[in-house]
Structure formats: C-alpha cells, structure tokens
C-alpha cells in the first residue's frame, strides 16, 4: 500500500489541522484506520482521537466511501458495502483541533505550529508502509524544520519521506518564523529551534547545548543519526521534554535562564533527552517496540529507561564542565530530600512503579504520595548506588553503558530482557553485587544512601533543627488556606484532615495564609490543637497533635574532594 499525508493549516487562529490521507494500490478491504491513543515516552492514554472534528471517505473519482467508527479511535473503511463498485484508491480527509501547548500534544495558534505525531496522524491497522508527507501553511511562515528526510530541493514544496509509519509519528514539526541556529558535531548537523521568549540573560545556549552533545556523544561508539534536532518552546511556567529518534522537544521557562540553579536544571533536561537517543529510542525494554499505539504497552524496565536517564543526566552537566562538584550536589541533595519525603517508596517497588505508570506516575492523585515512587527518582538513585558499587571494584557506569550499547548493534531490532542487562551487572561487579541491584529494583527495603556517600568522600549535614510540621500540601485561594494531600503518619493525617478541606480556624480563631509563616511562633510541638474545618460545605472540629518535621539533608558536605571528583568523573 501506498500512504500519502497532506497537512494543511489554512486558518492558525482556529488552532484547525487539514489532514488529507490518501490510500493507493489497496489490496484488500475492509480496512481499518486509527488515531494513536499515546505517545511513545509519555505512558497516559491520551485518547487523541477526541480532537478529531470532521471524518470522510472517498473514492477514486471522489464518491463518497462507507465507513464506520468502530470505537473511540478506529474507523473502519468497507466500499462492499456497496456492490458494483472497485476502488483502486481511498482518500480519507479529517480535521483536528490543535490548541494543547506540551511535548505530547500538537499546538496551532498565529504564532506558530508544533505538530507531534501521534496527536494528529492516522495509521492504517495491520499495515506497514513508507509514507509521503506533506506540509502547506500560511507564506507568512518562513520556516518548517522536522528530523524527517526531505523528498527533493524544491523551495516551494515541503514534502518528507520518513522510512514509516513509526519514524513518522516519531518525528515532531515546528512551523512559523521561529530561530533557528545550528553547529556541526562529529560531521553531524545539530539543528536548534527556539520558538518563544526568554528574560535577558548571558548564557550562551548554543556553545552549551554543544558540549552537552559532544560529552554525551562520547560515552558511546557511535552516533546513530545524521541530523539531530533540538525544538525548544520556551514559554512561561513551561518544563519538560519527550525524546525521538533524531530529536527532541522540550519546554522551559524562557525567563529562569538567567538563575544558575534553574539554568542548571535546563542544562540537565537538555542532557536527558540527548541521552535518550540511545538509551530508550535504541537501548530498549522489548515492551516498548514495535508499538501498539492503541493500547497500554507494559513494562517493568522503566528503571533502565529513565531511572538510568535521570542518573546519567546531571552527571553529563558535570562531566561537560557545565557546573562545579558542589553544584551537581546540590542537586543530588535535592533528589534526595524529594526521595526521603515520599511514603510511597514503603508500598512501591521500582518494578511496580514501572508497569503501573499508566496508571500512577502520568495521573497524580491526592494520594499518589503515599502510593507510590517516581522511577525517574527512585531509578536516579539507584543508579548512583550502582555506580559507586562498581567503582569501588575498579569500574563505573561507563561500562555498563558500553555493554548496552554493544548489545544494541549486536541485534538492534530487538528489545532487551532485564535479565540481559543483570548478566551485564554481574560481569562487571559479581553477583553480591547483583543481587544489592536486583533487590533496589524489585523491593521497597530502605536505602542507605548515606552510607554510599560516606565511601566516596562525602558527607551528609542534616538540619535538626525542632520545626512544626502538619503533614499537608496546601493550595490558596486568596488567604484562605485548602488541602490538596495529606501525608502518611503525619499529624494532619492522624488528626483526620482530609484532602479537600479548608482550614477555617486553630482554636476558635481564624487561621489564614499569612499565619502559615509563623506555624513555629502559633503552634507548639506535641501541643494538640482544635482544626475547624469547611469539608463538602459543613465545619467539623479535629483534634490534631504537632509533630516535628523530620530532619532534612542541609548539605552533602566535601571530605575528599579528590575522591570524591574521581568517582564523578
């Protein structure tokens, strides 16, 4: 079969896309053609069949073809239905509405169009097939720039030729009068895209970006692309990314480059989706390739694909000279008061986080906190610990990177077991420590991080100071003061708050935002207090006894340095 798209936008302003599908040299009918339900990277059923406004069939001369959506992001196509007449050709024309600015979404407005694949292209079930694509939109646009091969030099055409259907939705397009820039890396173009704003700043973005690839690079044997896109949005209160095969998107807010810590982190995202060009878009659990776009696709390894990413990702910042020793551990620092801070980590292994990401990591709920960990977090730190292991036998991660990237170009058309990547484990480091490994991965028994630390000429500095704690995450509207989570064992939990009450008043007197400020002057530790709360529009009175805040990781203070830069390095 042959697969043509035609994408068009002809108004910005109605955040509409044109899609024209054109069917040819069809061998047999019925067929059926859907709408993606994920994206590949980001584990939520995101049903992007709902932004689908129009759908039509036709024929070879353009008479109309019987259809019928069979669920929520299937049509099947059947001209039977209709007797006497052959159809060589089908041509299914749809429109979508575009207007959700994240890495996983498409987005069209007069200023621009970030077209992500899956939220907007059709596939042909049980069919494999190399596509033509096609883009037209407004000639004020002066610029079109995607990862996918263009099919010839015509200036006025914008025509595409990805290998298929899966290169395609792997592919993200940006469109409009953004700027562009570019460097060469190993012979490789490296292509930057910055659509939006940012706050005077004196970063230099690009000479960064470039050393990020040239650090990263280098950890591995090879390169595996010719071009490589970086399409950046930079707008406000914006974060994150989603890695492709050649490219990435990714989103910061434009006005936090001139902080260090926040350009830090911005450097560590960079990093991150970079790395994932061959760690997950090459190196791969098996679950995750060839994809089944409609349905859940499970995996326990989530541990290898971002656990590894989140490791390795602030440690490229570091390697590249991009920030000091002391920088990268404030970092680790951060992680680790985030990871201490999470209850779930005592009911959720890494495995579990990992199949159940469908679920829990990408549908946060009041409760998710107590329910489970982050194995971007929890994975990170594990790890850490894996790689102090290994350079205490004389190895480090580099090894283990090696070895999977060995294993890819070996038999790059098939996914990874985990037992492959324990046999890895096991070479460089024996099976005691294996089995520390698998039992971080499959458990929920405490990790004595600090200890780890401690071997590598570090130290931890804890704040002990006596502070009230109420064991709540709150949210305000105006001075008033809501609960949006409880945490576990805490005293909020305990006294009975709930998730969704408003805190009217702390022994009879009105209790206000500005109050939270001095919770360590109002409210006295193992004193109980009278909460009245507002719950479902009626006050109820708690009895809640004040607990100190655990202590938390004021510094992960310097011994050895010299050590210490070793191990990091």
């Given amino acids: 079969m042959k697969v043509k798209y035609l994408v068009q936008i002809t108004d910005p302003k109605t955040h509409i896309v044109d899609v024209k599908l054109e069917l040819s040299e069809i061998t047999k009918f019925p067929l059926t053609v859907f709408m993606p339900s994920w994206s590949p990277g980001s ?74 694949g899956p939220s907007y292209l059709m596939g042909v079930e049980g069919e494999s097939f190399s596509p033509i694509i096609e883009f037209k939109f407004p000639a004020l646009w002066s610029k079109i720039h995607t990862a996918m ?21 792997d592919t993200p397009v940006e469109i409009g009068c953004h700027e562009s820039d570019g460097f060469m890396h190993d012979n490789k173009e490296h292509h930057l895209i910055f659509y939006g704003e940012s706050y005077p700043h004196k970063e230099k973005l690009k000479d960064d970006i470039k050393t990020i690839v040239e650090t990263v690079s280098k950890h591995f044997s090879s390169i595996p692309y010719d071009k490589y896109y ?47 060009t061959w760690n997950v878009k090459r190196i791969r659990p098996k679950e995750l390739g060839p994809f089944d776009y409609r349905n859940e696709n499970y995996t326990r390894m989530h541990w290898l694909t971002e656990g590894l990413t989140s490791f390795m990702d602030e440690l490229f910042v570091y390697r590249s000279g991009l920030c000091t020793l002391e920088e990268y551990l404030e970092m680790q ?67 283990l990177l090696s070895l999977l990237w060995e294993r890819y170009l070996a038999n790059p058309k098939e996914g990874m077991e985990a037992q492959e990547v324990y046999e890895m484990v096991q070479g460089l480091g024996g099976k005691d420590l294996l089995s520390k490994f698998t039992t971080m991965l499959s458990t929920t028994e405490d990790i004595d991080f600090e200890t780890y630390y401690k071997q590598i000429g570090l130290e931890f500095v804890w704040d002990e100071t006596p502070k009230v704690d109420l064991g709540a ?26 998730a969704g009450d408003e805190i009217i008043a702390v022994n009879n007197m009105r209790f206000l935002k500005s109050d939270l400020d001095d919770m360590n002057k109002l409210l006295v530790i193992g004193q109980k207090y009278k909460f009245t709360v507002a719950r479902l529009g009626t006050l109820i009175d708690l009895e809640v006894l004040i607990e100190k805040e655990e202590k938390k990781l004021l510094e992960i203070k310097i011994v050895d340095k010299a050590l210490s830069q070793e191990v990091f390095k």
Avoid at 338 to 344: A, E, L, Q
Avoid at 348 to 358: G, K, Y
Avoid at 473 to 498: H, M, Q, W
Wanted: with cysteine.
């Fill in 333 to 399: 620092k951060d992680n680790l008061n985030r990871y201490f801070s999470i209850p779930g980590k005592k009911f959720h292994s890494l495995e579990d986080s990992s199949f159940n990401a469908w679920i829990k990591l990408y549908r946060p709920d009041e409760n998710s906190l107590n329910s489970s960990i982050s194995y971007y977090l929890k994975g990170g730190l594990v790890f850490s610990a894996l790689h102090f292991e290994l350079v205490k036998k004389g190895k480090n991660i580099n090894d």
């Fill in 230 to 276: 970086f399409i950046t949005h930079f707008k406000r209160n914006l974060y994150g990314g989603l890695e492709h095969l050649n490219s990435t998107a990714l989103h910061f807010d434009g006005r936090k480059l001139s902080s260090r810590k926040d350009y830090i982190m911005w450097l560590a995202l960079v990093a991150h989706e970079y790395f994932h």
């Fill in 43 to 116: 584990y939520l059923m995101r049903e992007y069949s709902k932004n689908i406004r129009t759908f039509k069939a036709t024929g070879d001369s353009g008479e109309y073809v019987f259809f019928e959506q069979k669920d929520k992001g299937a049509w099947v196509i059947d001209p039977s239905i209709e007797p006497n007449k052959e159809f060589n050709s089908i041509t299914i024309d749809y429109q979508v509405y575009c207007h959700e600015l994240t890495v996983r979404t498409s987005h069209v407005d007069e200023s621009h169009a970030f077209l992500h």
């Fill in 473 to 498: 995450r709150l949210r305000f509207e105006g001075d008033r003061i809501l609960v949006d989570s409880i945490i576990l064992d805490k005293a909020a939990y305990n006294g009975g708050l709930n």
């Fill in 149 to 169: 091969p263009e099919l010839n030099d015509n200036l006025n055409e914008f025509v595409f030729c990805p290998e298929s259907y899966d290169v395609l939705l």
